[in-house]
């Protein structure tokens, strides 16, 4: 029996996920100020074949072009981010009305369309003015990210309802201030606690700024999520499948929900009292309207004695002889099964939304088409397991595609393709992949 939109019910939310600093472009006009990935994106050996983002696939100017795209695509619901320093160069203070005004028209362009705004309000690109005095790392943050969304809901909370508050803050926590890899390119243990206490207490703060400007507003927030399984059957490598679970899948959703950081299993986390103060307990937990998973592979963990604090390593898939996309993560839509039933078995979420799932594949341009059937099994497949636990009782309302337009994909630059569309990005030509045809086809059947 074949897989159709009426399976989810005419609730169900279909859409397609981009970020800012991905897909606009336009880095420094119009009263941009810069990002911390403007700057990270400068520093030797960082990025893949020294690229950067400076026009990307130039949605600044060709944002009519591509969410017309996303209207013949019958996609009905686009989830986008705000670039932080377009509309407050300096991170905080002066409002950039060219960057107010662009936002404006990309939120007017896709009602008109019949297009449902769904705005990430952080999606990374931290003012590179707050990065100097800190950053995640300075509790200020708090303060600042909240006088932000101030500013958001009070310029676009009118015709917005659905407000993602952060994108996967444990990868830009983790990545940005532990190894390194991203920007800022801090790395450390006590960088790391920092901006993980700071980046939870901004995810529920930022939750209740919305909820006191905009009531009627549909809030949640994002968090990266992989399966997680132990590499062999043995007691080490049990342990250190359940630290990386910690680290990977519980650390912010746990104190989201009112229950703490789940020290116990990972006493490393213990370091995060020292930023700790009176109240905060409290204040780390929000009542979300949804969580937003985002979702790609699984991971398998082995005992390792060599890496610091968890004693945990990953096995990458390119090791264990499975398939894998152009990330080396391994094809395996069983994950989106698991984590989905792993998250609906917290009591306290209202109901989860996938808003990232995709891949990235070698896509060959064969007489101006683009035939990428490995990526169509990857989505046929993936839903159908969110179909799975849908039907056993999870409360998933909707699927993502991470994501409209081939990108910047940060430090792998563009060599990892995802979209939906094929971007040349020296003429800026777009072509519809047959993932986006398949998506248009599977989403146009009627109720």
Not at 80 to 96: A, H, K, M, Y
Not at 181 to 186: D, E, I, N, S, T
Not at 252 to 277: D, T
Request: glycine share 8%.
């Amino acid at each position: 029996m074949s897989l159709t939109k009426a399976d989810f019910g005419p609730e169900f939310k279909w859409g397609v996920s981009t970020a800012a600093y991905q897909i606009e472009g336009a880095a420094d006009i119009h009263g941009k100020g810069p990002s911390i990935w403007d700057e990270f994106v400068k520093k030797p050996g960082k990025i893949f074949q020294k690229q950067h983002a400076r026009v990307a696939c130039d949605f600044y100017n060709l944002y009519k072009e591509d969410i017309s795209l996303i209207k013949d695509l019958n996609i009905p619901n686009h989830r986008f981010s705000i670039s932080w320093s377009r509309i407050l160069p300096e991170g905080t203070g002066r409002v950039n009305r060219k960057g107010i005004d662009f936002y404006n028209r990309v939120i007017d362009h896709s009602l008109e369309l019949g297009i449902e705004p769904w705005v990430t309000l952080y999606h990374w690109d931290l003012p590179q003015a707050l990065q100097e005095e800190g950053g995640w790392t300075n509790r200020n943050v708090i303060q600042w990210f909240t006088n932000y969304v101030e500013v958001c809901i009070k310029y676009f909370g009118d015709r917005v309802k659905h407000w993602i508050i952060l994108n996967e803050p444990m990868v830009f926590t983790g990545a940005g201030y532990f190894f390194g890899v991203h920007a800022p390119g801090k790395k450390g243990l006590r960088n790391f606690l920092a901006a993980v206490h700071h980046a939870a207490l901004s995810q529920a703060e930022g939750g209740r700024v919305v909820r006191q400007l905009h009531s009627t507003a549909n809030i949640g927030t994002t968090f990266s999520c992989s399966h997680i399984e132990p590499y062999r059957s043995v007691r080490k490598d049990i342990i250190a499948a359940g630290k990386a679970d910690v680290l990977l899948n519980r650390l912010f959703i746990e104190p989201l929900l009112g229950m703490g950081y789940p020290v116990e299993e990972l006493k490393i986390l213990r370091r995060i009292e020292q930023f700790v103060r009176q109240g905060d307990e409290q204040k780390l937990s929000f009542d979300m309207d949804f969580i937003g998973i985002q979702n790609y592979t699984r991971e398998l963990v082995t005992h390792s004695s060599f890496m610091p604090f968890v004693k945990a390593r990953i096995v990458k898939a390119n090791k264990r002889n499975v398939e894998t996309t152009l990330m080396n993560w391994e094809v395996y839509p069983e994950s989106m099964y698991h984590i989905l039933k792993k998250f609906g078995s917290y009591k306290n979420i209202n109901q989860l939304i996938v808003t990232e799932n995709g891949a990235a594949f070698r896509d060959t341009i064969i007489q101006g088409e683009i035939d990428d059937f490995a990526r169509v099994r990857f989505l046929r497949e993936n839903i159908n397991q969110l179909l799975r636990a849908k039907k056993e009782g999870v409360n998933v309302n909707g699927y993502f595609i991470w994501t409209l337009l081939d990108n910047f994909e940060w430090a792998e630059g563009y060599y990892p393709k995802f979209g939906l569309v094929h971007v040349n990005f020296d003429t800026q030509q777009r072509i519809v992949k047959s993932s986006g045809k398949w998506y248009r086809d599977f989403l146009s059947v009627k109720e």
